[in-house]
């Protein structure tokens, strides 16, 4: 009993140390630390219970009311212990972490009034309690054994899936566990167990997550994926800044030669040429760059996986052989092309094969480039592909003949969308049907350039639960979001700036709709404002649409101008949480970050 007695008083030592260390820790509100709290807590107050209990019998006090309660309760803390222990094991053994830890509770409860309600006996050797036995300590004995035993089958079956680590303590309890049954089974009155399941407490600490570590590795991942990105980004941004600058000369030209002249023919030449320009200038914007465009709701979905750099590879080898010798090919893939996309590949792939082909059939020598890149916008994919070639052009005529075709694909367009060699009609028709654009810019004798536009759903190739851990940590660490909304931009950057003075982490955006996707996709904010003055959808159509999810519960506040401060009721009545003067945006947005978010 004195042997027990010192391993306890040494146990509880350092098990006080690894209580003060843990929850003087920030930590994420996980299950696995939820579990490990309630275990350590446990351990200790068993500890706890093990030491009065053998202080009561040193001080002759065995055998009272007081006594016996505490060896019951021992007997409680074993079967505590060992039941928290299976629940652990059993969450990092489960593929998906989850558990139901309620109905868990609920068997505990049925276990723990089973074994208060059986009899224990006390062993007395020498004057002093040697051990307890009894049908209480049986079930406890019984039960531990099968709880033991599913936490090595447990292990057994997924092992090759959960770190070695994680187990550590399992495998550490039943290799040592072995040899203290065995000392106890020879010596009944020195006990071990508290002090083996201490250390098996201790070591499960060190086999947990760091979640600052963690986050950290996750943080850097990201970090990478954003820097791998950047530098096609920034060629794209360079490359279409380039073509505008181009839009814009050719304007200039086309206006200056107007202007030398008073034929009636070369005017109308040149509003024709000057209609077209303009019109692949605005098409280039609206088409390609208005991001703020993008929606999942409009995208044509197929229920296919594809790998859209495997369709360029197989491009490359198909027909880098059959390409004359005098033709330069060129593909260039941006980096930030996703390797995952769902959608229609196959179709996808059919428009830029053809696309090939057409370029290879009407260019002699000079070259034939094909470029790849994408604009990334929460879950959607925007794919702006372009073939461009040094060959015969296509009359002006003809390619506004193309560009405004409308109607739908018939039978004749079905049977030829078969093959891999669709004419331009068929190729503007499928991609209507997909939800894609094309734009065609030519001149002929000198080359064309086709670019086509198409809206897949984005798949993250980052852990996908990334937004869920980083989320979590800004939980912990009181980090506060502010969405704001207006299309101001100079009165959105007074608004960050503000925001950026009172430590508000904020995001800004000058579309409405952008607000109702960021919400859709999970995207959690503290608070989000919005400028009632924005002209393609206004503040209140965008509060009815957030109130339509049930579960949107995030005050929406919104900033009038002077004039309307009097009718600032009415949008109260109409659900928004509160209003602010624009007249005064440096108190105002204080006092709102005041009011709800400290």
């Known amino acids: 009993m004195n042997a027990s007695f010192c391993f306890a008083i040494c146990s509880i030592f350092y098990m006080l140390l690894i209580i003060i260390i843990f929850f003087s820790k920030e930590k994420l509100k996980n299950i696995e630390n939820k579990i490990y709290s309630v275990l350590i807590i446990t351990t200790f107050v068993g ?47 489960s593929k998906k972490n989850k558990i139901n830890l309620k109905k868990y509770i609920l068997v505990y409860i ?40 599913i936490c090595i089958i447990l292990m057994l079956k997924n092992f090759k899936q959960i770190k070695m680590k994680k187990y550590l303590p399992l495998l550490s309890f039943i290799v040592i566990g072995s040899g203290v049954s065995i000392i106890q089974f020879l010596f009944p009155d020195i006990l071990l167990m508290s002090s083996l399941q201490t250390l098996v407490t201790v070591l499960m600490y060190f086999t947990i997550e760091n979640p600052d570590l963690r986050m950290i590795e996750e943080l850097n991942k990201n970090k990478m994926i954003i820097e791998k990105t950047s530098q096609g980004t920034s060629n794209f941004i360079f490359n279409l800044t380039t073509e505008i600058k181009k839009y814009i000369n050719d304007v200039i030209k086309v206006c200056s030669r107007a202007l ?23 098409n280039k914007i609206n088409n390609v760059m208005d991001v703020s465009a993008i929606d999942i709701k409009n995208i044509k979905i197929t229920n296919s996986l594809y790998d859209i750099n495997k369709i360029f590879e197989e491009l490359q080898l198909q027909y880098k052989s059959k390409i004359a010798e005098d033709i330069d090919f060129i593909v260039n893939i941006s980096p930030n092309l996703p390797s995952r996309i769902y959608g229609d590949g196959i179709r996808l792939k059919q428009i830029l094969f053809s696309l090939i082909n057409n370029a290879i059939k009407y260019t002699d020598h000079g070259f034939i480039i094909v470029e790849a890149n994408a604009i990334i916008k929460y879950d959607v994919c925007r794919l702006i592909i372009s073939v461009e070639d040094s060959g015969k052009g296509i009359d002006l005529e003809k390619v506004n003949d193309i560009l405004s075709v409308n109607e739908e694909i018939n039978e004749v367009d079905i049977e030829q969308t078969n093959n891999l060699d669709l004419n331009l009609n068929s190729i503007k028709k499928l991609l209507k049907m997909l939800g894609g654009k094309l734009l065609i810019s030519s001149t002929e004798n000198k080359g064309t350039k086709i670019i086509v536009t198409l809206d897949q759903k984005f798949v993250s190739d980052v852990d996908s639960d990334l937004e869920r851990r980083l989320s979590n940590y800004n939980r912990i660490l009181g980090v506060r979001k502010v969405l704001i909304v207006d299309d101001d ?3 959105l950057t007074t608004l960050e700036n503000y925001c950026n003075e009172l430590n508000i982490d904020n995001i800004c955006t000058m579309y409405g709709n952008d607000v109702l996707e960021r919400t859709r996709i999970g995207q959690k904010f503290n608070l989000i404002i919005i400028d009632d003055a924005m002209n393609k959808m206004n503040a209140l159509d965008i509060l009815k649409a957030l109130k339509a999810n049930e579960n949107f519960k995030t005050p929406v506040v919104i900033m009038l101008e002077e004039k309307k401060l009097s009718i600032s009721k009415h949008y109260l009545a109409d659900g928004f949480s509160d209003f602010i003067d624009k007249s005064r945006l440096d108190v105002e947005i204080k006092r709102i970050i005041d009011k709800y978010l400290n």
């Open 47 to 93: 500890l706890i219970f093990e030491i009065t209990s053998t202080v009561l019998e040193l001080t002759g006090n065995d055998g009272t009311y007081i006594h016996s309660l505490f060896l019951k309760l021992i007997m409680v803390y074993y079967l505590t212990w060992i039941y928290i222990f299976f629940i652990y094991t059993y969450y990092i053994s």
């Open 110 to 149: 049925i276990l723990f009034v089973i074994m208060i309600s059986l009899p224990l006996y006390v062993k007395n050797q020498n004057g002093l309690v040697a051990y307890t036995y009894g049908p209480s300590v049986n079930f406890v004995y019984i039960l531990s054994g099968i709880l033991l035993t």
């Open 260 to 282: 030398q002249t008073n034929d009636k023919q070369v005017y109308q030449n040149t509003l024709q040429k000057l209609y077209s320009t303009v019109k692949e200038a605005e």
């Open 489 to 491: 931009l100079k009165e």
